[in-house]
Every structure is written in structure tokens, then in C-alpha cells.
């Protein structure tokens, strides 16, 4: 796979306790022990940047790509707010950021670069680069989650920034930072009692880590309305990593897949899931949907009349 | 000590853009003004706010969302810079604001004794969220009052519109028993909009108002069924039609803040003082202030 311009995937929850409080309960130590891990693979790959999507950076603007060079503040998350402050230094890849701008607008799509003294970097993103790449090793941006994108706009952005990797001749570590079933408790519950917050919610989990295992990536894509369903809070349209990630690596289901770790944060399903591109997996893929080359907006339906 | 008071409600918007159209010295983007039927109206609230005697203004807030109950803030100063995520080319905001806190733990006990999950915000890293920030600066642009903010506990997202009701409710009775308590004069401000469908696309200058329009026609009707009822004093009405206009809106009263503010005054059979209303990005903003003593209303527009 030399010619691979994406060295692996991962896949990370965005609640702050693996980085804040990984010895509050025995899962949490897990997770950070997962994300420790996966930052020596980064460190012991080839990639050159890392490209994170963060559900929990909305934007409404299209799509934004995190590009100030040195992305310094102190954040403090809304919830878990008596966890402790998340002082972090990142440094951005301002080029690149500005070659998926254009990439994505080649395709259609409103896109942006956000360089700006202060900017709120978002928990998960926080949470998943203060583990992943301490150091700044490696470069980054992050890209933000369109609260109204939906299936074609999110596959067309993956595609995008395909084009600014193989346009510049780079090797990314691509990290999408989502939990699986977010549900999350409503009253406050000690650490020590944190479990998925629903049976079912696990099972879906569960079945879901049986594709991430398999590699079978695309199928989750196609399965994506269908876990935004069952086990989505209905905060945004749709779930969109699974579109994102799947576009970005590719479209295919062959990926030798490994789950690090499956634990809960606050009632939510938090796992660690590094997908490597292999020569082979579970094969062919199904499209049921169409495939989207270039972004076309709204199709203005409703102003075509009665056809 | 004198029983308190609620002396004002206020569903003050808060679009960033008024701010970033009024330049003023806190925050660094500059423009060429827009907007301007939002922010004279608010100018105008601003100036009879100036009139009424007050000793804190308590903010409920969409964008201080919280899964994990109400949280109220709880310390007595906060400095910072606040930067919009979504529209961090025009708010830029540098702030500096007092809090006051035996209100605001009053209140959050209040809330947990009327059954609601709540917590005290004491994390002095903590950035207030710039919809406080601007429909605090909107209304009192001297900052010389002490504000408390509430967060929005995501009841909608969670269960449904109802139970975010239920919840408001309960909220606006605990806040309006703690104010009595306390014996301040309390200016209340759900700062929303009404219809929330944004464009997902912005002109090359933010300010050009011959892009600016309602997103969709429907979104106008609803916006103004519901202002309607805010005209002719039928608030029990518009709290019962929420989850409909919420749900075929997109609006954000889906955080709870103008059911609170109903619940914390009692649901108003007066009709509201209109100040203004117009789009922002598509979405539908309406400036409205409620004001119990009768002597003090007025017919603005």
C-alpha cells in the first residue's frame, strides 16, 4: 500500500475524561491507554499531517479547516467543567488547510479557513490532539461538522480533501472524534458507575465494532441514517463520520480494522478503532446510494413544481 | 427587606452580527453597519432600560449547552476574549464581566429544591458564551450591571419539546422564587431568536443587507403567529404551540429560554412591547420586552 495516501484512520470519542480524569474508573484508563498508543503508531508512521473531524465543531458556514499556525487558549468544557481546565498549543498546517479550501470549493462546496487569535478549539478536538500529538510532531488541521451537510455534501468533502493529499504529495493520519451512541446520563453519576447508558444502545455499539473490526467501513457508511436512528441523539441531521471518514479513506470496505478500546463516558460509547488500508478485507462494496462527485446544493425542489 | 422583583423580560436575540454592526470597541472585526431594524430597536429597549431600576440581569443562553442539568455561573468576575465558532470573522469580543453570585447559587438551589439536576459553574478558565455576551452588550452596552447566566439543558434533544417545557417551567418558578427572596430589582433576558434556518452560505461583505432575507416563507408566517401572540398577551397560547413552531421552525426556543422567562413571570396576559424584527442569516429575530408594572408599558411599534 505505498501509494496510499492515508497511513490509517482513527476513530476517538470527544468527552474530555481520558485527558482529564483517565484513573476516575478503570475504562477511562483504558481509553487513555488506547489513545497512548495510538499516538506511538502516529509517531512510528509516515504520515506528515493529521486531519481531524470533530463532531463537536458545527459550523453553518460550509466547511471550516482550522488554520491558525499556532492555535493557543485555555478551553474549558461546557459540561464537564469542574474536570479542569484544557490549556493547548497546536500547530495548524495553514498550506494545507488552504489546499482543502480550494479542493472543496473545486467540488462546490463553501469552505474556509479559520485563522483567528482565541478561536475556540472544540473538546473532542482538544481532547484527541493533546493525546494523539503532544509534541506537535506532526502538523494538523481541523475540519469542522456542518450542523445542515447531509450524505452528499459530507462524501464530496472527504473527496476534497483526498484531492489536497494527493495534490501535495502528503501522507495523513486521518482522526474522526465521535462517540458511537451518545446518549449521555442527565443527572450526575460517579465515575465508578458509568456504564452505555441503554442495552440497546450497546448492542448497537457492539455491531457496530463488529464492521470497524472487519473493516467493512463502507458498509457503515451506508449504514450511517440507519445508526442515526437507532442510536443518534437527534441534535444534527445526520450522523456524519461515518461518510466522512469512509470518503476520506477511500470508499472501500478493505481496511484491517482493530478496536483498542469500547468503554463508556458519562453513558455514552467511547471507543478507540484504528483502520489501516489492506490489500485485503471484506471485498466488494454496495452502493445503494449514489455516489457524489461534485456538490450542486440545494436542488430547489419545491420551486419545480408540480412535475 | 422588600420582596424582589422581576422588572423586565426581554427576548433579546443574538445574532453576532448586530455587534460586529455596531464596532464597538471590544470586538476587532470592523464593519460598514447592517442590521439596523434589530439594533435600533434594540437601542431603543436599551434606553428605557436606562429608565427602570434594576440590580442584575439573568441571561438563559442556548449556547452554554449542557446534557448534564442547569448549570448557573458561579464566580464573581470573568475576563476573557470570545470567539464566535460559526462566525469568528465578525465577533471577536473582549470581555470583562461581574456576575452576581449570591443570586445565581440562590437560584441554582432554588432549582434543585423544585427537583431539576443542577451545578454551579466555578471554573475561572470558563469563557461566557457570546450569545450572553452579545444580547448583554445589546441591552446594557455599559456593562455596569452584574449579570447571571443560565446554561440550556438540552431537554429537547434529549426527550422532547414538552418535557424541555415541563422543565422551563419548573426553572422559571425556582428563579422567580429565589428573586423574591433576594430582594433585587431582576431584568430577565431569553436571548433567541425566533425561526432558526440559517443560510449555509455568507456574502463577501456580511453587512450587505440586499442579501439579507427570511430563509423561507414559512419560516416568516410562524415567526409572525407567534409575535401575534406576543401583541395580544396570549403567552399561555404561544408556550402551548411551542413544540410545533419549534419543530416546523427550527427554531431556537428549542433551548427553553422564553419558556422560562414565561414560567418566571407568570405567563403575561399584557401584550409585549415589540421592538423590532428582522433577518439575520435567514433566520427570524424578534426584539420583545414584557414589563409587569402597567404603568411602565408602552406601545413601541
Redesign the interface.
Known amino acids: 500500500m505505498e501509494d496510499e495516501i492515508i497511513e490509517f484512520g482513527l476513530y476517538v470519542p470527544p468527552p474530555p475524561h481520558p485527558l482529564l480524569s483517565p484513573d476516575a474508573n478503570d475504562g477511562y484508563a483504558r481509553l487513555r491507554q488506547a489513545f497512548d498508543t495510538c499516538r506511538e503508531r502516529i509517531e512510528n508512521s509516515g504520515a506528515d499531517i493529521i486531519i481531524v473531524y470533530s463532531t463537536t465543531?458545527?459550523?453553518?458556514?460550509?466547511h471550516q479547516f482550522q488554520a491558525n499556525p499556532n492555535s493557543e487558549w485555555?478551553?474549558?468544557d461546557?459540561?464537564f467543567?469542574?474536570l479542569?481546565?484544557m490549556p493547548y498549543s497546536f500547530t495548524m498546517d495553514s498550506d494545507f488547510a488552504a489546499a482543502c479550501v480550494e479542493k472543496a470549493e473545486g467540488r462546490g462546496l463553501?469552505a474556509r479557513t479559520?485563522n483567528?487569535?482565541?478561536?475556540?478549539i472544540?473538546t473532542g478536538s482538544i481532547t484527541a490532539l493533546s493525546l494523539l500529538n503532544p509534541d506537535n510532531r506532526i502538523p494538523s488541521t481541523i475540519v469542522s461538522s456542518?450542523m445542515?451537510a447531509n450524505r452528499s455534501e459530507t462524501i464530496v468533502l472527504g473527496k476534497a480533501i483526498r484531492d489536497a493529499l494527493a495534490s501535495g504529495g502528503r501522507k495523513a493520519v486521518v482522526v474522526v472524534v465521535s462517540s458511537l451512541s451518545n446518549?449521555?446520563?442527565?443527572?450526575?453519576i460517579e465515575p465508578s458507575e458509568d456504564r452505555i447508558h441503554s442495552q440497546k444502545d450497546d448492542d448497537w455499539n457492539r455491531k457496530i465494532l463488529e464492521f470497524f473490526e472487519d473493516g467493512r467501513l463502507e458498509d457503515l457508511s451506508q449504514l450511517s441514517r440507519e445508526i442515526h436512528g437507532q442510536i443518534r441523539?437527534?441534535?444534527v441531521v445526520a450522523y456524519k463520520p461515518a461518510w466522512w471518514m469512509a470518503s476520506t479513506m477511500g470508499q472501500h470496505n478493505n481496511y484491517h480494522g482493530e478496536v483498542l478500546a469500547y468503554e463508556a463516558l458519562?453513558g455514552s460509547g467511547g471507543a478507540v478503532i484504528q483502520l489501516t488500508p489492506s490489500s485485503g478485507s471484506m471485498g466488494d462494496k454496495e452502493f445503494d446510494e449514489d455516489d457524489v462527485e461534485y456538490y450542486h446544493g440545494d436542488r430547489n425542489v419545491l420551486d419545480k413544481g408540480g412535475l | 427587606m422588600a420582596k424582589g422583583e422581576i422588572v423586565l423580560g426581554a427576548l433579546a436575540p443574538h445574532p453576532p452580527h448586530v455587534v460586529y454592526a455596531e464596532n464597538p470597541e471590544q470586538n476587532e472585526p470592523v464593519s460598514e453597519g447592517g442590521w439596523e431594524t434589530l439594533r435600533w430597536g434594540y437601542h431603543r429597549l436599551a434606553r428605557k432600560l436606562e429608565t427602570i431600576d434594576y440590580d442584575v440581569m439573568v441571561v438563559f443562553t442556548p449556547h452554554w449547552q449542557t446534557y448534564v442539568g442547569t448549570h448557573f455561573l458561579g464566580l464573581p468576575r470573568f475576563s476573557s476574549k470570545s470567539v464566535d465558532p460559526v462566525f469568528p470573522n465578525i465577533f471577536r469580543y473582549t470581555y470583562d464581566l461581574s456576575v452576581d453570585v449570591d443570586l445565581s447559587e440562590a437560584m441554582c438551589e432554588a432549582a434543585s429544591e423544585a427537583g431539576l439536576i443542577t451545578r454551579m459553574m466555578r471554573n475561572p478558565d470558563f469563557r461566557v458564551d457570546y450569545g450572553t455576551i452579545t444580547s448583554c452588550h445589546m441591552l446594557n452596552p455599559r456593562w455596569d450591571k452584574p449579570i447571571i447566566t443560565i446554561s440550556s439543558n438540552r431537554n429537547t434533544h434529549y426527550y422532547s419539546p414538552e418535557v424541555m417545557i415541563e422543565q422551563a417551567l419548573a426553572l422559571g418558578g425556582a428563579c422567580r422564587k429565589a428573586i423574591e427572596n433576594s430582594g433585587k430589582r431582576v431584568v430577565l433576558v431569553s436571548s433567541h431568536s425566533l425561526s432558526h434556518r440559517h443560510f449555509v452560505t455568507e456574502s463577501p461583505l456580511p453587512e450587505d443587507m440586499s442579501r439579507e432575507h427570511i430563509y423561507n416563507h414559512s419560516q416568516y408566517v410562524w415567526d409572525m403567529a407567534i409575535i401575534d401572540l406576543f401583541r395580544k398577551g396570549k403567552m399561555k397560547e404561544a408556550i402551548e404551540i411551542m413544540p410545533e413552531f419549534t419543530e416546523q421552525t427550527i427554531a431556537e426556543t428549542e433551548g427553553g429560554g422564553l419558556v422560562w422567562m414565561m414560567g418566571a413571570m407568570g405567563m403575561p396576559e399584557y401584550p409585549a412591547e415589540i421592538y423590532g424584527y428582522q433577518s439575520v442569516i435567514g433566520t427570524g429575530n424578534c426584539i420583545a420586552a414584557w414589563v409587569p408594572q402597567p404603568e411602565k408599558r408602552e406601545i413601541v411599534l
Open positions: 465543531w458545527p459550523s453553518i458556514i460550509g485555555v478551553h474549558v461546557d459540561d467543567h469542574y479542569g481546565s463553501q479559520v483567528y487569535d482565541a478561536f475556540p472544540d456542518n445542515y446518549r449521555m446520563f442527565t443527572e450526575p441523539v437527534q441534535k458519562n
